[in-house]
C-alpha cells in the first residue's frame, strides 16, 4: 500500500496531465486546490496559479465543456460572495458607480455562460443588490 501511494505521489508532483493539458486533470486539480496551495513544491510547478486561473485555461482549450463552466461559475459565485458579504453596508469592489459597472457587466457574461439557469438567482440578487448600492451613491 505505501508503494502504491509513493507512485501516487511522484505522478501527481510530475504534473504531466497538467502540462499536457489533459482537462480532466486540470478539473481535479481545481478541485483539490487547498491541497495545492498547501504544498508549495506542486504549486510552484505550476506557477503558483489559482483555481480561476487553471478553470479558465481549460475553458479556452473546451469552452463547450459543462463541468468546466459550472466550475468557472462556482469559483466566479464565491468571489461574488465576497465581494458582496458586507452589503448594504459596503461592495467590496469600489465604491464608485464605474467599479459597479465594471461588476455588472461581469455579471450579464455569467449570466450567458449559465444557459441552464443553476446560478440564476443568485446573480439576479447580486445585480439587484448592486443597482441598489449604486443608486445611494
Same mark, same amino acid.
Given at each position: 500500500?505505501?508503494?502504491?501511494? *509513493?507512485?501516487?505521489?511522484?505522478? =501527481?508532483?510530475?504534473?504531466?496531465?497538467?502540462?499536457?493539458? @489533459?482537462?480532466?486533470?486540470?478539473?481535479?486539480?481545481?478541485?483539490?486546490?487547498?491541497?495545492?496551495?498547501?504544498?508549495?513544491?506542486?504549486? *510552484? *510547478?505550476?506557477?503558483?496559479?489559482?483555481?480561476?486561473?487553471?478553470? &479558465?485555461?481549460?475553458?479556452?482549450?473546451?469552452? $463547450?465543456?459543462? &463541468?468546466?463552466?459550472?466550475?468557472?461559475?462556482?469559483? *466566479?459565485? &464565491?468571489?461574488?460572495?465576497?465581494?458582496?458579504?458586507?452589503?448594504? @453596508?459596503?461592495?467590496? =469592489?469600489?465604491?464608485?458607480?464605474?467599479?459597479?459597472?465594471?461588476?455588472?457587466?461581469?455579471?450579464?457574461?455569467?449570466?450567458?455562460?449559465?444557459?441552464?439557469?443553476? =446560478?440564476? $438567482?443568485?446573480?439576479?440578487?447580486? &445585480?439587484?443588490?448592486?443597482?441598489?448600492?449604486?443608486?445611494?451613491?
Amino acid at each position: 500500500m505505501i508503494a502504491v501511494h *509513493k507512485v501516487t505521489c511522484k505522478k =501527481f508532483n510530475n504534473l504531466d496531465g497538467y502540462n499536457n493539458k @489533459n482537462i480532466q486533470l486540470m478539473i481535479w486539480l481545481v478541485k483539490l486546490n487547498q491541497n495545492i496551495y498547501q504544498n508549495n513544491r506542486i504549486w *510552484k *510547478k505550476i506557477d503558483y496559479k489559482s483555481k480561476l486561473d487553471i478553470i &479558465e485555461e481549460c475553458y479556452s482549450i473546451d469552452p $463547450d465543456n459543462v &463541468e468546466i463552466i459550472e466550475l468557472y461559475l462556482e469559483i *466566479k459565485i &464565491e468571489k461574488l460572495n465576497f465581494i458582496m458579504h458586507e452589503y448594504p @453596508n459596503a461592495i467590496l =469592489f469600489g465604491n464608485y458607480s464605474r467599479e459597479c459597472k465594471v461588476l455588472l457587466e461581469e455579471m450579464l457574461s455569467l449570466k450567458k455562460l449559465d444557459k441552464n439557469n443553476k =446560478f440564476n $438567482d443568485y446573480f439576479n440578487e447580486y &445585480e439587484k443588490n448592486i443597482l441598489e448600492y449604486m443608486n445611494r451613491e
